[in-house]
Structures are given as C-alpha cells and as structure tokens.
C-alpha cells in the first residue's frame, strides 16, 4: 500500500516541496517497481502529483510508454542511484530503497529538465554516509535556555512543556524536506541532557520511538542524546567510571532495551566534559574510554556513539594569557587518534572556537587520520543573527568543507548541523533561514558542490522562476554582508553576554569563557603564533602553520584571529586595520539596505505570508545592523583616536 503524503497542518509553509515541483512529474506517466516500505513512500508521493496533475502510476507494466522509471533492483543498504534519459523515458534504478527515495527526489528537483533531452547514465551517490541534523531540543522548557537551546524558530517539533507534542503528521512533513535534500538522520533532543531528557533513554524510549515511526517513511535513523552520567542520574549507581563493569553493564542493558523499542535506531550523540556535562574526567578515563564503552554497548545492534570534541576550559582566569581556547580541541583529542572504536564517531566543531562568522578550519579535522570524523556545523544562527537576520551560511560551509579535504576527498566522514527548525509556520523562523537547511543537506551529499547552484535550485523550488534574481541577489552575499557590519577579521564574538544577540564589544572580554580580542589604544587582535603567542598556529600541517604564524601571510579575513596587530598595520587589501573598520562597517549596513530595497521589489512575486514575514525582519535587522556598526566604529575611534580617512559620522 502506497504510503500516504504527509498533510501540513493550516498555514506551515510549504518550504522547498510546494505542490508546484510536483507538476512536471504528476503530469506524466511513471511504474514503480519492487517492494518495500521506502517503495511505497515513494508510491504514494508519485501517486499523490498524479492525483493533483493528471499523470499516472503503475506498480505493473502496461503495455504502453512510460515517461519514467523507479526501479528497485535490490534489497542492500545503498543509497546510491542511476539517472539516465534515453529515448524520451527517464529511469531510475537502485540497489537500496533509499537510492529509490533520492533518486525519486532527484527527479523532483530537476523539474521539467528531468523529461527533455537524453542524458547518459549517471550513477549518484553520497560522498557521505551520515547526514544528520541535531537538535538542541528540551523535552522540558529550561528556565534560561527555553524550550529550544539556541532556537530560533519558535518552540520543538517534537516536544511541548514537558511532554511529547505528538504531532507527527508535522514531524513527517519534516522528514519528507530532510529527504529531499539528503539527510538521513535525525537527533532529538539537546546535546546538554538535563534531568527529564535523561530519562528518554530509559522509561520515556516509547516518546523517542514514536518519533522515529514518523521519520522511517522517509529512511531517516533517529538519534538521541545522552548523559554520560546515566548510570547515576537514572539508576541510583555510584558510578558511571567507564571502565566499571557494573557500568558497562548497565548501558549494555539500557541500549539493548532502547532496540527492544527502535530496531533501527542511529545510536547516542554526547556532549561530555563540556561546559559542565559529566565525562569521564571525573573517574581519571580518557574520552576513547568513554566513547568506547558507548560504542561497545551500540555495537551488537549497528549503533554508532557520537562524540562531541567540543571540550574546553570554560571557566577559565581571563588574567591567564598562556590558556587559548582555541587549542583545546586539538589539545585533547590528538593524543587519542586511533584509539576510538570503529562505530566511535568524533563530532568536531568546524572551527575551533564557537560558529563564529569567520573562523580558520579546525586542525583538528586534518589530524585526526585514524579516527572517523563528523564535522558539525551551526544552521541555527546563534552567532549569525539568530534567523532575524538573512545570512545564508552556504559559501562559508563550502569553504570549511573543501579546506578540509584533499585530493582523495574530505579528511572527514560525516556532517551534521544543528537544525534551525522549530514550530513556526515557516520553520525556520526567517523564511529565508530554510536555504540553511536545504544547503546543508546538500552539501552532506556532495561536499564540493558548487554552493551558489544549490541556492539557485533551493530558490527555484521553494519560490519558482519569478522572483529569482531579486532572491539570489538578497541571499548570495548575505555571510558576508553579516561579517562585515560585526566582529572584524576573524577576532569573533563582540557579542551581548548569554544570548549572543547584537554588539558587546566588552561583552565577553573579562568573562571566564575564552574568547577575548585584547584592544587597547594601540591595537586588536590574539596572538596566536608559536614564536610570540599561544603556538595555535602550530597546529596545523604545513602549509598552514606557516602561513598562518605570520601575519604578512595571515589572509586578511583570519588576521585578528591569529595576530595582535597595530591599528595602522597594512592588510593586503591596502587599507590599514582601522580603515578597514570603518570600511566595512558602513559598507555591511549599506548592503543590508539594498537587499531590503530588493526584498521590496518582489511584493507580488513571492505569497504576501512569506513577503510581510521577511519585511518584518528587515526592520529589525537593519536595526540591529546600524548598531553594530555605531557601536564597533565608535569603540575603536574611542580606542585608537584615529579618524576616519572619510569623516564619516562616528559617535
Ligand atoms: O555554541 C555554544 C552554545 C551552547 C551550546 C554549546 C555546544 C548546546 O552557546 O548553547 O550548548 O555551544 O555546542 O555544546
């Protein structure tokens, strides 16, 4: 029985799969061969455009032409598809049902290209096997952090004040837009697991299951996060020392029980020894033996532990100038390559401070060569405007993702995001916060793909030909529209304590956690060189380290990141540190002002919900874009007494 499309509730939006790029698809005449539940997903979809358009689906051949194909030829793992398009018939083929479900997808996103033309066989196949979105999601609102962590997008998809929401038809909904852009894997619940989401381990498993029902349809595996302390908070045990056979035992236990209940599930994500989460530190192990211990109780099911390298001193003496945050992952990781087991998976943030708008490529990522990685990058926006603003982080992402790659592919195996989806009815808060989503997905299944191509295929679903350019021109420099109205050459934060919305230049510079940018009268920036600084810069394999360490090779963007520098010193642009300031401060807030003079424009182009939504959020970010860039320009006239070269107004 073909598996019915899921119905979105009055009022979400569509995102990227209106029933528009349905058309060309539910217009023709497809068969559908082989069995499976990820057939029938596939089925009911086709069967559903049809409905809509007027085509046709068959399980059996007739005798009479079909336009396409989906064939299953085998019942394996694979996700891999072919695509060909000869003599007026498009066909798909693959050995696995999720190959069927992408290369269905595939189809949908080619539009009407899908059925002109021939195009020789091409075999599609994901450069990596886990795409996986984490969510910062409490079961129970948490009095600072709220019922999302670092959400942006209104409250969970899955959880509401303590409870399941259950409303699944919106979590499969969710599901079919992950697929559609590649991700086949979900976790739910906040990487900092307090006390009633420690319990979605154990007697709460049925809530996490019923989400994971929700998701299969689509071939996404569910994940959940767990406390390393488990063992104590859940069980009363004295103990949760890794090497513990008692405490061996009870996860060996506790995992099989969560299989009892989701024969498929993905396995654990922890956050240990971070930022106040249990680890074992406290029992004198290393994280291989916590993450081992993890691995060894997944293991006989096909589970996989993600591990969190996000591991630092956070309450760290701002008086102390030989501590560098900075270092920390590296710092604690390295001793440890090669000692994690096979379904041991290391999730590194993909720079080593905190998704900052600019950052170096965490060295971590190329360093760690016996150990399978998860690189983890930020969708929801908490340093990058929080999804009032417009920043489409693809350019950024695609710059991390082919640093850390060489000729033989990336130095990593897996990507994961924090989602930026909740419960707003554009689900992402900022609707156009959805081509974060989309461009993550995309870039999980092809890392070196061209990110401006996925923006243009992401506007061409979601809104259709009309409003394109005005779309591609408000989005395509919008990371770096952000980057230059905030923190200046990668020295990062500036930002209000706590919740990292708008600028503090002081905010963070006396505080506990880390992350100073050391300005007075005659400078800015962190020296991060091994011959004068912190050795960060050491870090890195050649060529980096080198042309890191000094700052007449430090490219322009990372100079403050890896140097103190003085106010006049001379980028490579031409223009001194200062000017360069006041430069791209006036410039950033005069580019948010023409992508809102062309958002305007395309009133009437794009559904009136999505136009006033995004207007609305103009204001605020222009708003917020001229304080930013008041408060950054007057902090450093203040400091440096230099003038602007053009005698623009400073305060
Ligand atoms: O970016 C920081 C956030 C924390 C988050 C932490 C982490 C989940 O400010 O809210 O905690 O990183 O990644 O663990």
């Known amino acids: 029985m073909p598996h019915p499309v899921p119905v979105l509730p009055e009022g979400v939006d569509p995102a990227w799969l209106p029933s528009a790029a349905f058309r060309p698809l539910g217009s023709r005449r497809t068969l559908i061969r082989g069995s499976g539940p990820l057939v029938e997903t596939v089925h009911g979809e086709v069967a559903e455009a049809c409905a809509r358009f007027g085509g046709r689906v068959d399980r059996d051949a007739a005798p009479e032409p079909y336009d396409l194909v989906l064939e299953l030829t085998g019942d394996d793992s694979s996700e891999a598809f072919g695509y060909e398009r000869v003599d007026g018939r498009t066909t798909v083929t693959a050995t696995g049902q999720r190959g069927l479900l992408y290369g269905f997808f595939h189809v949908v996103r080619l539009g009407e290209e899908a059925f002109g033309g021939d195009c020789q066989r091409v075999?599609?196949?994901?450069?990596?096997?886990?795409?996986?979105?984490?969510?910062?999601?409490?079961?129970?609102?948490?009095?600072?952090?709220?019922?999302?962590e670092r959400g942006y997008a209104g409250g969970s998809l899955f959880w509401a004040d303590g409870r399941a929401r259950g409303e699944f038809e919106r979590v499969r909904a969710y599901g079919r837009l992950l697929a559609a852009c590649g991700v086949n894997a979900v976790s739910v619940n906040n990487v900092n697991v307090h006390e009633t989401e420690a319990r979605l381990l154990t007697d709460r498993i049925g809530e996490v299951a019923d989400i994971?029902?929700?998701?299969?349809?689509?071939?996404?595996?569910?994940?959940?996060?767990?406390?390393?302390a488990a063992p104590i908070v859940l069980d009363g045990l004295e103990t949760a020392d890794p090497l513990d056979e008692r405490v061996r035992e009870w996860w060996a236990g506790a995992t099989a029980r969560v299989y009892e209940a989701i024969p498929d599930f993905g396995g654990f994500v922890v956050k240990a020894d971070s930022e106040g989460q249990p680890g074992p530190f406290a029992y004198g192990r290393t994280h291989a033996d916590g993450a081992n211990m993890l691995a060894a109780a997944l293991e006989p099911h096909g589970g996989t532990v993600h591990w969190r390298a996000f591991v630092y001193d956070h309450r760290q003496d701002w008086r102390d100038r030989t501590t560098d945050r900075a270092r920390a992952a590296y710092d604690h990781f390295l001793p440890l390559d090669g000692a994690f087991a096979a379904n041991a998976v290391l999730q590194v943030k993909h720079g080593p401070m905190d998704f900052q708008v600019r950052e170096p490529v965490s060295p971590l990522i190329s360093a760690m060569s016996h150990s399978t990685l998860a690189v983890e990058l930020q969708a929801t926006q908490e340093y990058t405007g929080q999804q009032r603003h417009v920043c489409w982080l693809g350019p950024m992402w695609s710059e991390v993702l082919r640093f850390a790659a060489d000729q033989e592919g990336p130095a990593f195996e897996e990507l994961v995001a924090v989602s930026n989806v909740g419960d707003d009815p554009f689900w992402t808060g900022h609707p156009l916060a959805q081509a974060n989503l989309y461009t993550f997905g995309r870039l999980a299944w092809q890392p070196d793909a061209d990110p401006v191509v996925i923006l243009d295929e992401w506007i061409g679903l979601t809104f259709g030909a009309g409003p394109a350019a005005g779309l591609h021109a408000v989005l395509d420099g919008s990371w770096r529209t952000y980057e230059k109205y905030t923190a200046p050459l990668g020295v990062g934060f500036m930002v209000q304590p706590g919740h990292h919305y708008g600028p503090s230049v002081d905010g963070y510079e006396y505080s506990p956690w880390g992350t100073y940018h050391f300005a007075d009268r005659d400078g800015i920036g962190v020296d991060r060189s091994v011959a004068s600084g912190t050795g960060y810069a050491g870090q890195y394999a050649k060529p980096w380290a080198e042309i890191y360490e000094s700052p007449d090779t430090c490219p322009d963007e990372l100079l403050l990141f890896f140097h103190h520098v003085p106010y006049g010193h001379v980028l490579k642009s031409g223009k001194t540190v200062i000017q360069h300031i006041y430069d791209t401060h006036f410039e950033g807030v005069a580019e948010v002002e023409e992508a809102a003079r062309v958002w305007e424009s395309l009133a009437g182009l794009v559904t009136p919900a999505r136009h006033q939504r995004v207007t609305e959020l103009f204001v605020e970010q222009l708003r917020c874009a001229r304080e930013w860039r008041d408060q950054i320009n007057s902090y450093f006239l203040r400091k440096s007494g230099v003038p602007d070269e053009r005698g623009r107004v400073i305060y």
């Open 123 to 148: 075999l599609h196949e994901p450069a990596l096997g886990l795409r996986m979105v984490n969510h910062w999601d409490n079961v129970a609102v948490h009095p600072v952090m709220g019922q999302v």
């Open 212 to 228: 994971a029902g929700a998701f299969r349809p689509y071939g996404i595996r569910t994940h959940l996060s767990v406390t390393f």
